[in-house]
């Protein structure tokens, strides 16, 4: 099986449409990144129904924690950055996509988080 994942940060109060538009840069930005680095594991999770995952943390350090873990796995991370245009200030951090990938790998760093 084949999934993504995408970590949000709680600490930054963002509205419910805020969340969603995040999480929806990171999984196309995530994607497309492995699709670029490793169309083998984008073929498989698209042709299995793209499944995503949305987890949350709690601040800012815990996300790099999840990062550095996800990328000494050799998994595809990208991190969402905001415009600053409504909610938050320019360029704060607001989530990451992990994958697609192999759902076990992906599990090794984020299988212990809550569900957002």
Wanted: with cysteine.
């Amino acid at each position: 099986m084949y999934k993504q994942v995408i970590v949000v940060r709680k600490d930054l109060a963002m509205t419910a449409g805020k969340i969603a538009a995040q999480v929806g840069h990171a999984a196309v930005m995530g994607a497309e990144k492995t699709k670029r680095e490793n169309i083998k594991w984008f073929d498989l999770w698209y042709q299995s129904g793209q499944a995503k995952v949305v987890v949350k943390i709690n601040n800012f350090e815990e996300l790099v924690e999840v990062r550095q873990h996800a990328e000494s796995l050799d998994l595809t991370v990208v991190e969402v950055h905001d415009s600053g245009l409504t909610q938050l200030p320019p360029g704060t951090t607001t989530c990451i996509a992990i994958g697609p990938a192999p759902a076990e790998l992906i599990d090794k760093v984020t299988g212990g988080l809550k569900l957002l």
